[in-house]
């Protein structure tokens, strides 16, 4: 029988389509050892520091967290070149995400969404009531000049993933600040930049130059993926002090926990080289899965983020099927609309040389199929 009383807004959603956990495929398919590349984590982390800040600080967990996030905040500003005014915290990027649906999001509102993105947005969007604006992807790539010419004075917030999931590429950074031009004066674009630390800083755009400007722009980050703190659940969001003040309201109060913020604090002051190990060796490693990828005769979209993104010429379900059997998780591109593209992970490097064979092997038996 239907629920009665829900808002249509909520009829009109889709359950978030999480990668596959390893438990899951534990009990699925019997399978014992099984290697994660369907979510785009960390395979080095968590770094040591971090990992034994959040254990000391397990004893305070029956105490509420600073609700001023004062010590975490200080330190992005200093990364950031920000002052600690400009920092929000969240609940993983995906509550700051949620918290911009509800700062900015009517009824009605356009929202310019690429065709191709993280899901999410679609989502928040509809659940604040927003009119969706779909801007097709031009070679694989967001297309902000498509996007400019689609806005229009009702045009209220423009999604942007830079680098994009799931495709790992970015956008010119001039082609943004063409973008604001066209904005009307209460469009916002937000910025998510959760994969940044893997792409070259001077390709990503200026965002404290045009918050500075005083720009309608929220950049959003996450400990989840360079900082291997997935679990643990922090995000950030780097925009002008007024608008923060409005997200730290509209946001539940306490929005990240005591563990996550233990282990944030240690990786940005303790674990740094660790972490900065592991970046270097994603990045090579994303480079060797691309060449072997092309070795292999297959089309490769040049990475930015620490996944890949590839195309085969078979069913990326029945590739993702026949990894899976093998015990290697990826994420198959079909709910995106891209029928033959898979998205891997870059794991460790011993995960990414298992990951080649096993595809070899995989396509291999789908060719003499
Ligand atoms: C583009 C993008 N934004 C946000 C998130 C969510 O990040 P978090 O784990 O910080 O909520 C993800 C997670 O995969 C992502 O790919």
Redesign the pocket.
């Known amino acids: 029988m239907a629920l009665k009383g829900l808002r249509p807004e909520v009829l009109s959603m889709n359950p978030y389509e999480a990668g596959k956990t390893i438990e899951e495929v534990r009990r699925e398919l019997g399978i014992e050892k099984i290697i994660k590349l369907g ?2 984590e960390n395979a080095y982390a968590p770094f040591p520091e971090a990992l034994e800040a959040m254990r000391a600080e397990m004893k305070n967990a029956n105490r509420y967290p600073d609700i001023a996030f004062e010590e975490i905040k200080g330190l992005l500003a200093n990364i950031h070149g920000v002052e600690a005014k400009n920092i929000a915290i969240s ?5 700051m ?1 949620q918290a911009m649906g509800k700062c900015f999001i009517e009824k009605g509102d356009e929202i310019l969404l690429p065709s191709a ?2 899901g ?1 947005y679609n989502e928040i969007s509809k659940l604040m009531g927003g009119r969706i604006v779909s801007v097709p992807l031009k070679d694989f790539a967001v297309d902000l000049e498509r996007a400019a010419k689609a806005v229009t004075k009702r045009t209220k917030l423009i999604w942007l ?1 830079n680098p994009n ?1 799931p495709t790992g590429n970015i956008v010119e950074p001039r082609l943004l600040d063409r973008l604001f031009e066209k904005l009307p004066k209460n469009a916002w674009v937000i910025l ?1 930049e ?2 940044a630390e893997f792409a070259p800083k001077d390709l990503l755009p200026d965002r404290v130059r045009l918050i500075s400007e005083g720009r309608n722009l929220v950049s ?1 980050r ?4 360079a900082y291997g703190l ?1 679990g643990a ?3 950030y969001a780097i925009a002008g002090e007024e608008i923060v003040t409005v997200i730290d309201t509209v946001s539940e109060p306490f929005n990240a926990n005591r563990i996550g913020i233990a282990g944030g604090v240690a990786v940005l002051t303790r674990d740094m080289e660790a972490c900065e190990r592991a970046r270097l060796m994603i990045i090579a490693d994303r480079q060797r899965i691309s060449e072997s990828l092309e070795g292999m005769g297959l089309f490769v979209v040049p990475s930015n983020t620490n996944f890949v993104f590839f195309e085969t010429p078979f069913s990326a379900e029945d590739v993702a099927d026949g990894l899976l059997k093998q015990g290697v998780i990826v994420r198959p591109c079909t709910g995106w609309g891209y029928d033959r593209a898979i998205r891997v992970t870059v794991g460790t490097s011993w995960e990414v040389d298992v990951f080649l064979e096993t595809l070899d092997k995989t396509l291999n038996g789908l060719e003499g199929a």
Do not use: M, Q
């Open positions: 979510s785009n609940h993983g990027a995906e509550g995400l993105t993280y999410l993933c999931n998510d959760a994969y959003i996450t400990f989840s993926k997935a659940r922090l995000g």
